[in-house]
């Protein structure tokens, strides 16, 4: 899929980045379009708590089941999404099984991955189909969502978004501190696997659109990329949002006029935003430290 | 067998500083009545009678695994008793009971936390509920009155992880107390803090207490920063324990006696070291701040 035409002068750059034919492409990525807002959404918001727990690398781990969950469900004739969603799952629980504390949930995490990458591959080297699905899961595609598609995304993202809305206090409370959140009479434990499966169910969700590999770029880029700007724990997962469907729209306008896959713009938009913001939030975090030398304690 | 339990009818009334008098008149802020922990067969306390009055500040020493955490996690509902009941302001303790506000030893929160001072402080209030957080006139009022009241007015907009150690308890005290609670629960509140913020941190606790009311129970291997401010000594070690003001507590007879084994304790300049005893060592990593502490 990744064939880039240098036939010309100029070629490869126009295989990046082509705008001719734009008002005609543009209806055909309508769904794309959606798709990528309900991402963007999902993501910003998941990633402030992913952050706050410490489990990117978590994230990664379970994006390779996830990816594994797909594969199968592609060799399988059965729907895509639907087994990404179970992969998904089966690592998050997994992960809640084997790792309750940080440094066994690193090595479990660590065993994990590279068994799920595994058996994706092996899957999708059995699939007889077009290589382009194949290629889609792990780096992402940009015209192939479909209505049912679609709708497992909208249904993926209400459940996610409603979760986090009900449990959004107490979750970043047990995150940030758990100890005392204990002693309030927040259900500390319970909500560790229960934030597992939301995770899950998002990570599922952007293996579908910006792959296996990529969903890192979504789920943690934007919330670091906020955290270093703000404080607020209101504007954090705004500014978070909207990092995300910057990265997420913007990359797959962008992604519009190429051959190359979506992965690359959103990945690349996403770390331009966390690197403005980490400049930024430089300046800002030195001052919050002297601030308060200056006040009267 | 146990040590039978000073009685602690004048306590208070020796210390210099003009605390409420704990005693039977009124009701206690918290009250344990034969409490026994037991993990397995093995008795960590046993028949332990304890009552603390509103505004009194009572020290908790011992050994490491004494039970003093374990102690906390019972007035916290995290640790069932054995036998006997626990109560706070005549409630029975349970889970995230309101009557109890919570400070835990200081640990660095990251830099990119997503609060500032005034919304770590919030969580006093409504961090535990369910859904998202949504702006609150009478919340906003009593943060900046919280904050007002430990001197953090300054840094209310910092970022909470660009605090220092210091400031950081600062608001968990604030935090703590927003809710007014019956007690303070403090574990080790000092550990990690240089020595300048251990005094301001000890002395706002002893300030807060008695514009408060609230009820102190500070769990320290060191008493010697709180020393001033003391009412009372838990100390438990070897199963036993022993209550009552620091003078009578903190004395080699008692002490060696309540750990069955030869203990001194040496005052020197104004401060109370304790050699001796079967302790294990614990916190091996604050050598300087020993004294206090059964070596």
Partial sequence: MIRLAVDSPGGILRSIVDFSDYGELLPLVQNSLLAGALLGLVGGLVGVIV????????????????????????????????????????????????????????????????????????????????SANKFGLLTGQVVAVDDPQLHWLA?????????????????????????????????????????????????????????????????????????????????VPVLSVAFALTAMLGGILLALGSRVPISPYVT?????????????????????????????? | MRADPLSAAPAGATTAAPAPAPGPPGPSALSLRGATLRYGSRAVWSDLDLDVAPGEFLAVLGANGSGKTSLLRVLLGQQALATGSATIAGRPVRRGG??????????????????????????????????????????????????????????????????????????????????????????????????????????????????????????????????????RVLYLAAGRFRVGPPEEVMTSAVLSELYGSPVEVVHSGGRLIVVGGAAPSEHPHCGAHDEGRVA
């Fill in chain 2, 98 to 231: 309101r009557g109890i506000g919570y400070v835990p030893q200081q640990k660095g929160l990251d830099p990119t936390t997503p609060l500032r001072a005034r919304d770590f402080v919030r969580l006093g209030i409504d961090g535990h509920r369910w859904g998202p957080w949504l702006p609150s006139r009478s919340a906003t009022l009593r943060v900046d009155a919280a904050l007002a009241a430990v001197g953090a007015t300054g840094y209310a907009r910092t970022p909470v992880g660009t605090l220092s150690g210091g400031e950081q308890q600062r608001l968990r005290i604030a935090q703590a107390l927003i809710t007014d609670p019956a007690v303070l629960l403090c574990d080790e509140p000092l550990l990690s803090l240089d020595l300048h913020h251990q005094q301001s941190v000890s002395a706002l606790i002893d300030r807060r207490r008695r514009e408060s009311g609230a009820a102190v129970l500070f769990v320290t291997h060191d008493i010697n920063p709180v020393l001033p401010y003391v009412d």
């Fill in chain 1, 268 to 297: 690349t938009v996403s770390f331009l935003i966390y690197l403005v913001c980490r400049l930024v939030g430089a300046r800002r975090l030195r001052r919050a430290r002297r601030t308060p030398a200056l006040q009267p304690a």
């Fill in chain 1, 155 to 235: 249904g993926i993202s209400v459940v996610v978004v409603l979760a986090l809305a009900v449990a959004w206090r107490p979750l970043l409370f047990a995150s940030l501190d758990p100890e005392v959140a204990a002693a309030r009479g927040v259900p500390v434990r319970a909500l560790a696997p229960a934030f597992m499966v939301v995770l899950g169910l998002a990570v599922a969700m952007s293996v579908q659109v910006v792959g296996a590999l990529l969903v890192l770029a979504l789920l943690v880029t934007p919330a670091a990329a906020a955290v270093r700007v703000s404080a607020s724990p209101v504007l």
């Fill in chain 1, 51 to 130: 952050l706050a727990r410490d489990l990117p690398f978590a994230v990664h781990g379970i994006s390779e089941l996830s990816f594994a969950g797909a594969a199968a469900a592609l060799l399988l004739g059965a729907d895509v999404v639907l087994g990404s969603v179970v992969g998904s799952i089966v690592a998050a629980v997994l992960l809640g099984v084997m790792g309750v504390r940080a440094r066994d949930r690193n090595s479990a995490i660590g065993v994990l991955m590279p068994f799920g990458l595994g058996l994706g591959v092996l899957f999708l080297a059995l699939y007889p189909g077009r």
